[in-house]
């Protein structure tokens, strides 16, 4: 039997023999070669980031398992078949070469190559389109505060939110124009409108890199810009920093042209009179700011791009005489036309947000830790006494204060301080003070300096009220400290703050508001006077 076996079995040297080994060389360089390709591949192309781990085909596992003849544990001691240890032959990209015979695990192959990090996607940026808005809002009570002497004597001498709040229920939205003459409501409000939705633009990925055509992204960005204006108008209007609040629209009657005298009324030679309020305001500034913004970028593409081109000064004047309110937008974002980040057919462009290293970007954002901070003040303040013997006498209150901070932005705080005042001489009643504000300014390593600005209350017990009818009464009156603050910091966790300013208290007087409109008001008649009293103050605060 073995004979016939053996007599089946072809000798060496005959052709069937050559042949099977022929076959058997080919069809083993095959299975060597697919055997490769997966390790090849799978270190010349990307790699998965550290939290999945490298595929490898089962093919070549069983090749490399068995020229190493090591198989992989499934860390409880147990062979692993369906992942064996890896070492690849010499020379392959992404693996070691000192010692081929050294067992490879997975997570070696995950943590070889490091992973791409990807750049994050531009979005649009809420917060620098409020503070930018902010700042646009400040200018723009500003301008009404240094041109108008009687919107200065009512913000000081009137109940700001009685006042606002009895405009606010005058303001009369059946009928069309305000009062306002062609140049106000005509050019004033549409450039209002288009510099509020340039700032919105501006700070929108989209918004600030599309041109005007038939891009849908484009029109798509300019309708929502003109919903922020119209918002922006709302507040304007109505809202706690508002012509209603600040110059009290609705709440008194005028003569455009004249004024509030009796010698104004039913006179020929002006208009009929008006509380300054009307529905066009309304209309007119988001509609027609949108079409002002669809204007300049219609110039921007077909006049100043295509000189600006050829001569970068041209176009940059061209731009601040034809794009007025899309320049002066540009400013609140801390950027003229004049500078060359700006490039053609792009006026507004996004700034980059990638690091050039971890560094810069932890160092950026340092002023994240420790955003709140805790403590107590020593507070002295000098105001008007109480004591019945000497009611405008002014003596000086000490107590202790507990302040609460956040930091809101880098160089921006929210500054709260709760102070129980303490009469020094007289034996009368204590008083109490709230302030709700902000300070900004900048803070190093070892010390800070900040001005503040915190509106707030003096709650006084038994005090005298002043007025047509004045009595001892529990009152409260509106306070305002400003001034300015220094810190020193022992460590990151700690600072020593001195505080030293004004407190600006408003105290009513016992005659009417002189300023009262003659031809209709229905705003408080009450009349106040400022006056401003030295606070000092210095404690102890910590972070967290």
Not at 427 to 454: H, I, M, S, T, Y
């Amino acid at each position: 039997m073995i004979g016939k076996i053996g007599a089946r079995i072809p000798q060496h040297g005959t052709k069937s023999t050559v042949q099977s080994r022929l076959y058997a060389a080919i069809g083993t360089s095959i299975l060597l070669v697919f055997a490769l390709i997966p390790l090849y591949a799978g270190a010349a192309t990307t790699q998965p980031d550290e939290t999945s781990a490298a595929p490898v085909s089962s093919a070549s596992n069983y090749y490399l398992a068995s020229v190493t003849g090591v198989e992989s544990s499934d860390g409880a001691g147990n062979p692993d078949r369906s992942m064996r240890s890896l070492v690849p032959p010499s020379g392959i990209i992404g693996f070691p070469e000192e010692n081929p015979a050294i067992p490879i695990e997975p997570s070696v192959l995950r943590n070889s190559v490091v992973p791409t990090p990807e750049v994050p996607k531009p979005r649009f940026d809420l917060k620098k389109t409020l503070r930018q808005e902010f700042e646009y809002l400040a200018v723009e009570h500003g301008f009404r505060l240094m041109s108008d002497p009687q919107l200065r004597s009512d913000l000081v001498h009137a109940p700001f939110f009685h006042n606002w709040m009895a405009s606010f229920k005058g303001y009369d939205l059946k009928r069309w124009s305000d009062g306002d003459d062609f140049l106000v409501n005509g050019i004033a409000h549409p450039m209002q409108g288009a510099i509020a939705s340039w700032i919105y633009l501006q700070n929108s990925p989209v918004g600030s890199t599309r041109v005007i055509g038939k891009d849908p992204q484009y029109w798509t960005s300019r309708l929502k810009g003109m919903a922020w204006a119209t918002a922006y108008e709302v507040q304007w209007k109505i809202g706690p920093l508002s012509e209603t609040s600040i110059g009290n629209a609705g709440g008194w009657t005028y003569v455009p042209g004249c004024g509030d005298k009796l010698k104004c009324a039913n006179n020929p030679n002006y208009p009929a009179p008006t509380n300054n309020t009307g529905l066009s305001d309304w209309i007119v500034t988001p509609i027609f700011g949108t079409a002002w913004v669809i204007a300049e970028d219609t110039i921007d593409k077909y006049i100043a791009t295509p000189v600006g081109e050829h001569n970068r000064i041209a176009g940059t004047i061209l731009r601040s005489a034809l794009e007025p309110t899309r320049t002066f937008a540009a400013i609140f974002n801390g950027v003229g036309p004049w500078q060359r980040a700006y490039a053609e057919r792009r006026f507004i462009s996004s700034k980059s947000v990638t690091k050039s290293s971890a560094e810069d970007a932890e160092d950026e954002n340092s002023w994240r830790k420790y955003r709140r901070s805790v403590g107590f003040n020593f507070v002295n303040v000098n105001l008007p006494g109480n004591g019945s013997g000497c009611v405008r006498c002014r003596q000086n209150y000490q107590g202790i204060g507990f302040p609460y901070e956040y930091r809101l932005l880098e160089h921006l705080y929210f500054d709260t301080e709760f102070t129980r005042l303490i009469d020094s001489g007289g034996g009368e009643a204590p008083a109490l003070e709230g302030l709700f504000g902000a300070k900004f300014g900048q803070r190093g390593k070892n010390w800070g300096l900040f001005a503040k600005v915190r509106p707030g209350f003096i709650y006084y017990e038994n005090a005298w009220s002043g007025g047509e009818h004045p009595q001892r009464t529990d009152l409260s009156r509106f306070a305002l400290d400003v001034g300015g603050a220094v810190e020193f910091y022992p460590n990151r966790r700690s600072a020593l703050r001195f505080d030293f300013g004004t407190t600006l208290v408003r105290y009513l007087q016992g005659y009417p508001n002189p300023h009262v409109s003659a031809l209709g008001s229905i705003i408080s008649s009450d009349y106040y006077v400022t006056q401003g009293n030295v606070q000092i103050s210095t404690g102890y605060k910590i972070h967290f």
